[in-house]
């Protein structure tokens, strides 16, 4: 199991609009894991074209095995769990009161010694 990690403390707004900031962070999570599967894949098909395969259709008969749909669903929880950061860490924050004043409180107190 993997442990989460967050930053502590608010996290600067750049927009606004409530929920904007939230759903850019999810768009450019979006767009990051397209480019990395479209760069994967055009790999893949300059390889497979150097070696004279054709993959259209073995990719559209292909029926993955139980490993395979597994090792998929972990890669998508992962995916998931990147793209919902945001969302997840306020809410966190909205359950332990976690707030710049709070932050800022406990900073003063750690000064103070």
Same mark, same amino acid.
């Given at each position: 199991?993997?442990?989460?990690?967050?930053?502590?403390?608010?996290? #600067? %707004?750049?927009?606004?609009?409530?929920? /904007?900031?939230?759903?850019? &962070?999810?768009?450019?999570?979006?767009?990051?894991?397209?480019?990395?599967?479209?760069?994967? %894949?055009? &790999?893949?098909?300059?390889?497979?074209?150097?070696?004279?395969? +054709?993959? $259209?259709?073995? +990719?559209?008969? !292909?029926? #993955?095995? @139980?490993?395979? %749909?597994?090792?998929? $669903?972990? =890669?998508? @929880?992962? !995916? /998931? &769990?990147? %793209?919902?950061?945001?969302? =997840?860490? @306020?809410?966190?924050? /909205?359950? *332990?009161?976690?707030?710049?004043?709070?932050? *800022?409180?406990?900073?003063?107190? +750690?000064?103070?010694?």
């Amino acid at each position: 199991m993997m442990i989460e990690r967050n930053a502590k403390g608010k996290r #600067p %707004l750049f927009y606004q609009a409530e929920g /904007l900031d939230q759903a850019m &962070s999810m768009i450019m999570v979006l767009a990051n894991e397209l480019m990395v599967v479209r760069d994967r %894949l055009d &790999s893949i098909e300059r390889i497979a074209e150097a070696k004279g395969f +054709i993959l $259209e259709a073995e +990719i559209e008969a !292909f029926e #993955p095995g @139980q490993a395979v %749909l597994e090792a998929r $669903e972990a =890669r998508r @929880q992962d !995916f /998931l &769990s990147r %793209l919902y950061y945001l969302a =997840r860490k @306020q809410a966190a924050e /909205l359950v *332990t009161d976690d707030s710049a004043d709070r932050y *800022t409180a406990a900073l003063d107190e +750690i000064a103070k010694g």
